[in-house]
């Protein structure tokens, strides 16, 4: 810049001097063009340049001003599965890594199995292990708060549904690891000679009915949805979600490791939803599936040998001076008596249905209707926000009829709301013509849905109060249903369910619950356990219908292990069916009272729910401390008694957002992208462009 | 060296020119949907701008504070937003929540001028004005936001773009989000022209 001054100065003296002279100007100046430029680039480059050095895939949060906080808190999961007969026992250790460098509280909302008893939690900080432990609810929360103010580092874990619980986990040192493990217990599934486990890894958004609760702040807490009159637990259950490439490459993977030592040689071990590393050992098998995303359930299924399928299989444990049994006895009753049929088929084409699940959805319908023989009567009913039905009442399976719905099926189209209530009154409501038969015909109502809904416990009302002498079987769609939805909805409903996987999936679970849907093959099922009938508990309390390939399973509590168990049923002819079963050859296993006792809270609630009264929560409570469960009304917490984080330190509370369930769609608009190439092709352009006068000019100079 | 020299400038001169087409397209296409948009609103049907696109005008958009007029085209796509903002959500002369999207780098680039109680007016084809009020503005990471169509009044206007304004990123999570409430109702009666029923 001085130069460019100083030669101004020169006083030109020849032509050849004066040409040498303008060249020299023009350089200055462009120079002088060069530093404007820098000035102007600069903070573009600034800005692209401090963004670069994020790593990509990192999840960021901002905060109300727009800036950038830190990086997330990464979650790793590893599930350690152990099934031996009848129940599995699982340990899910959760690893809260927190990559900041300020302290941090997380919170995750995650599924377990429906019928998962949690019975232990333990903390691991550093090296030292804390085991947590069962306290009413309101007192658990408390004593995580004050650990959480003190600086102790706590972790807190929570049920809001029987399938959804929330984990917090409060003053994550920075750079450190604070991993919580959680131990459960579910009942392995048998049905149609086949063993069936799911674990659920991930949550489908759920449709929360009902208007904004009054007196809520607008701002959005840990969750997307709002307190509703309907759902007021909304926030509290309703995590982000994002897509798989929005985590870091290590966030929300799990590893699953499983040991099945079912008792019996098995024929073959599947998995319609992973990819599996299998190792059989002898009787038990090895199963091993690695860094798998949490975005679909883990279905597990396995068969005994041809001929070896079990027919009768008893427990028994010991536990505080108590005897407790569990007892599977399957029929084997085939003979069923064909009954014409009223089917309604009702559709869930609500948004959280969009992608995958409807295509599913879809096709299982169409499988449906392929059931249907010329004698039945049909229906299809579709719903989001509004219900529609294709007929007005049900209409003969005729050629003519069954192709409208088919065409009607294939239309059907995912968005809009979740209103269930409209459309299970449609479906569970006799028109008054229909109704004169109704004795030579069976109605039965399919319903085919994601149970993406908030408010399952009005919905399980409805059902009770609707439902007559009708069936309701349930098919759950999707790699991540609400099973606790499909489960208790066929129980209210007298019914099967079933969840299809994949879409390679679709046709064996389906073809088995419309086989036995046909008809019922026990109704009326007695079961008398030996010993004093005053002292002996068992559940479920009232054994309901049973359909064909499907067990008797039952947990008592207070008999020994000795005497005969008679169970007495009345098959489709109204013949008297009757089995007894030896109670000596009893098997030990554990874990049974665990069973029993969350099978008794359920069953507290239930009566309750009948009644329409409020449940016996101090009885509720004092089984669930008794047996260190986690039940509606208690909760886990651990407490690291040495205080952590320095008392100037803050730290921040995190929502750890879920895996969207592999091949749905969004149910909220995502924001769309709205950036142009313009400033970055401008700013390289001009970048370019002043290097290379640059070069030139200087080139010039050189060879002048 | 020269021939180094002469395809650097080559490059830089054709990055330029590309990074310059954008908003030129952007203010061209303006000029060729006004025409597109009048029609449109003459004929009271959907009117391609030109005969290949895949997008049509659907609304117009002003700022008077900015004096600023732009045709909303149908769609939040690529192809629509290329031209000029685009409406994600809201059907022409349906009631409910509007939600426009459009580029920092062209058209929305003006939204960062918009406060609170600044007014926007929205044109919809039968002619009428509704007009809004700018109720809050605010920035949300894409990522662990979605927006809430049910949660939306139905008289609430969304603009979105993305964030921060001057960014070279293409793919930031940042958006920009400018939240509006009608001010009044609209009456579509009153909009109605007389000659409809004239003819009775």
Request: hydrophobic share 40%.
């Amino acid at each position: 810049m001085m130069l460019s001054t100083g030669l101004l100065k020169l006083t030109p003296t020849q032509a050849d001097s004066q040409r040498r002279r303008a060249r020299r100007f023009a350089e200055g100046v462009s120079l002088w063009l060069a530093v404007l430029l820098m000035l102007f680039v600069h903070p573009l480059y600034a800005e692209a340049d401090q963004r670069q050095s994020d790593s990509v895939g990192v999840l960021h949060f901002v905060d109300a001003a727009g800036r950038w906080q830190e990086p997330a808190i990464v979650l790793d999961s590893e599930f350690d599965i152990e099934v031996s007969g009848l129940l599995a026992e699982t340990t899910l250790s959760r690893r809260f890594r927190n990559t900041s460098d300020a302290w941090r509280e997380g919170v995750f909302v995650f599924p377990l199995p429906e019928k998962a008893s949690v019975y232990g939690l333990t903390m691991t900080v550093g090296e030292r292990t804390i085991v947590g432990e069962a306290q009413p609810k309101a007192e658990a929360r408390k004593t995580y708060e004050k650990a959480r103010s003190a600086g102790q580092s706590a972790a807190n874990v929570e049920q809001h549904r029987p399938n959804l619980f929330t984990a917090r986990v409060a003053n994550i040192p920075p750079g450190e690891t604070i991993s919580v493990e959680l131990q459960y217990q579910q009942p392995v599934d048998y049905r149609s000679g086949e063993f069936e486990l799911r674990v659920p890894t991930t949550l489908m958004p759920r449709y929360m009915p009902g208007q904004p609760a009054a007196g809520q702040p607008r701002e959005w807490h840990g969750g997307w949805a709002l307190p509703s009159t309907q759902v007021p637990d909304a926030d509290a259950i309703s995590p982000f979600t994002v897509q798989a490439n929005d985590v870091g490459a290590t966030s929300h993977r799990a590893d699953i490791r499983m040991t099945i030592d079912a008792g019996l040689p098995l024929a073959r071990v599947i998995s319609p939803s992973h990819p599996l590393q299998t190792r059989l050992d002898g009787q038990t098998v090895q199963v091993q599936s690695e860094q798998v995303l949490m975005d679909r359930d883990f279905v597990m299924r396995w068969q005994p040998l041809a001929g070896r399928e079990p027919t009768a299989a008893v427990f028994h444990q010991r536990w505080q001076d108590d005897d407790y049994l569990l007892t599977m006895i399957v029929p084997g009753v085939n003979e069923a008596q064909v009954l014409p049929r009223d089917l309604v088929f009702v559709i869930d084409t609500s948004g959280s249905m969009a992608g995958e699940s409807i295509r599913q959805a879809r096709s299982a319908l169409q499988q449906g209707l392929a059931t249907l023989t010329p004698d039945d009567r049909f229906n299809v009913i579709r719903f989001n926000n509004q219900t529609h039905a294709l007929f007005m009442q049900p209409e003969a399976a005729t050629g003519n009829n069954l192709a409208r719905a088919r065409r009607y099926v294939a239309n059907l189209q995912a968005d809009g709301g979740t209103e269930m209530a409209p459309a299970l009154e449609r479906a569970l409501t006799i028109p008054a013509s229909a109704s004169e038969k109704a004795g030579e015909r069976v109605r039965q109502v399919v319903f085919i849905t994601d149970g993406a809904v908030g408010n399952e416990a009005a919905l399980f009302a409805q059902i009770r109060q609707q439902l007559g002498s009708q069936r309701l079987f349930t098919v759950g769609i999707g790699s991540a249903p609400n099973l606790h939805f499909m489960r208790e909805a066929a129980r209210w409903g007298r019914g099967l369910y079933t969840a299809i996987q994949d879409p390679a999936d679709v046709s064996g679970p389906l073809q088995r619950l419309f086989a036995a849907m046909e008809a019922p093959v026990l109704t009326n099922v007695r079961v008398q356990w030996p010993g004093q009938s005053g002292k002996v508990e068992s559940f479920p309390a009232r054994t309901g219908d049973l359909f064909r390939g499907e067990p008797l399973v039952q947990v008592v509590r207070g008999t020994a292990p000795s005497g005969v168990l008679k169970v007495s049923g009345q098959l489709p002819g109204g013949r008297r069916w009757k089995q007894s079963l030896d109670l000596q050859q009893a098997a030990p296993g554990h874990g049974l009272n665990r069973l029993w006792a969350r099978q008794k809270i359920d069953h507290l609630l239930d009566s309750a729910r009948l009644v329409g009264g409020e449940p016996n929560k101090a009885r509720v409570t004092e089984l669930a401390v008794e047996h260190t469960l986690m039940s509606p009304y208690t909760s886990f917490v651990a407490v690291d008694e040495s205080p952590a984080r320095p008392s100037g330190a803050t730290a921040d509370t995190e929502h750890l957002p879920t895996l969207l369930p592999a091949g749905s769609q969004a149910g909220m608009l995502r924001y769309p992208q709205t950036a142009t190439l313009a400033p970055l092709f401008t700013a390289l352009g001009v970048i370019g462009l002043m290097f290379a006068l640059a070069i030139g000019l200087l080139q010039r100079r050189a060879t002048v | 060296m020269s021939r180094l020299l002469l395809l650097l400038l080559t490059c830089s001169t054709t990055l330029l020119v590309f990074g310059l087409w954008i908003p030129l397209k952007a203010v061209v296409a303006q000029e060729l949907l006004e025409l597109a948009w009048a029609e449109s609103q003459a004929r009271q049907a959907e009117t391609r701008p030109w005969p290949w696109a895949d997008t049509w005008p659907v609304a117009r958009l002003t700022v008077p504070e900015l004096g600023d007029s732009m045709i909303v085209l149908a769609g939040g796509h690529g192809e629509s937003l290329a031209f000029g903002p685009g409406q994600v959500l809201g059907a022409d002369g349906s009631q409910g929540p509007v939600i426009i999207a459009g580029h920092r780098d062209t058209h929305f680039d003006q939204l960062q001028y918009l406060k609170t109680g600044s007014e926007l007016r929205l044109q919809d084809r039968a002619g009428g004005w509704r007009h809004y009020r700018v109720q809050a503005t605010r920035i949300v990471d894409s990522r662990s936001e979605r927006i809430d169509t049910r949660a939306l009044a139905d008289d609430a206007l969304i603009l979105v773009t993305c964030y921060p304004f001057d960014g070279m990123d293409t793919r930031g999570p940042l958006r920009y989000v400018v939240e509006a409430r009608a001010e009044m109702p609209l009456n579509r009666n009153q909009l109605e022209p007389m000659d409809t029923v004239a003819g009775i």
